[in-house]
């Protein structure tokens, strides 16, 4: 009898292609220890909880995303990155739902986020207005996708719902006449008109002026500081050193 060499990234690979395959609901440790053949107290060994095996395969997936060159200008970098979030999705549509309530995390997971604050830095919001832009067009990319990949946008079909509940047109007359269409689209397009008019926003605020960022706390679990000036895009940053 041939013996089955675990390792980590074998797991995670079998894990995102049954996942993939039939859905997050299908994931469990014996089912997975099942599709590699291994009995299941042999993955805890390599993945010691259910929380570690999935954020193992947003891992994994994240890393799929292809970043921009660092010389790219900032918006198309931008751009590039959150088109990649989109396309990576479309391949895993599965695992969005997973991806939303789980980000990465760990140096490469996090390459991915790196890359879109510094194109909107090098664009020449502040800190504050940054992280503000970057949740903006985030949302924007995430709810695009989950509903993208969810179906949601499906055509209302009045008539086929009365065999569920009654639907009073009169109710509802911009459902009944705006419904069928809600299908009907260009999700290419949409994307990428939603993504300009965002950009086109946030490119905006590099120009408002602000006061200076403050910071009232360190964002840890101790600690406090207050009034703390932080130096403006391109001042130099304070030294970290490691003991």
């Given amino acids: 009898m041939t013996r089955i060499l675990l390792s980590e990234e074998a797991i995670l ?29 042999s993955l805890y ?14 891992n994994m997936v994240t890393a799929e ?13 931008l751009r590039i990155v959150t088109r990649e979030f989109r396309r990576v999705s479309l391949v895993h549509p599965n695992l969005v739902p997973l991806i939303v309530r789980q980000p990465p ?22 800190r504050a207005m940054t992280a503000k832009a ?15 990949c969810g ?19 009169s ?12 299908a009907n689209w260009d999700a290419d397009e949409e994307f990428e008109r939603g993504m300009d008019v965002l950009i086109g926003v946030v ?14 706390g360190d964002g840890g679990s101790g600690g406090h500081v207050e009034g703390v000036d932080v130096p403006a895009h391109g001042d130099p940053q304070p030294s970290v050193s490691g003991s």
């Avoid at 010691?48 to 947003?58: F, S, Y």
């Avoid at 995390?105 to 502040?126: F, I, P």
């Avoid at 590099?206 to 910071?215: D, N, R, T």
């Fill in 151 to 169: 179906g949601f946008f499906k055509p209302v079909d009045v008539a086929a719902g009365e065999q569920f509940a009654p639907i009073d047109v």
């Fill in 105 to 126: 995390t760990g140096s490469a997971g996090l390459l991915t986020l790196e890359a879109a604050l510094d194109a909107v830095r090098r664009a020449g919001l502040d």
């Fill in 65 to 77: 995303i292809q970043l921009p060159d660092p010389a790219t200008p900032p918006w198309e970098a």
């Fill in 13 to 41: 690979t079998a894990a995102l292609r049954l996942v993939d395959a039939e859905g997050l609901d299908a994931l469990t440790m014996r089912r997975l220890a099942a599709e590699l053949g291994v009995a299941t107290m």
């Fill in 45 to 58: 060994g390599h993945v010691p909880t259910k929380d570690d095996l999935l954020l193992g395969v947003v």
């Fill in 203 to 216: 490119s905006g605020w590099a120009a408002l002026p602000g006061p200076s960022e403050v910071m009232e």
């Fill in 134 to 148: 970057y949740r903006l067009t985030a949302s924007f990319a995430i709810g695009f996708v989950s509903l993208e």
């Fill in 171 to 182: 109710a509802v007359p911009r459902v009944a006449e705006v419904g069928p269409y809600l």
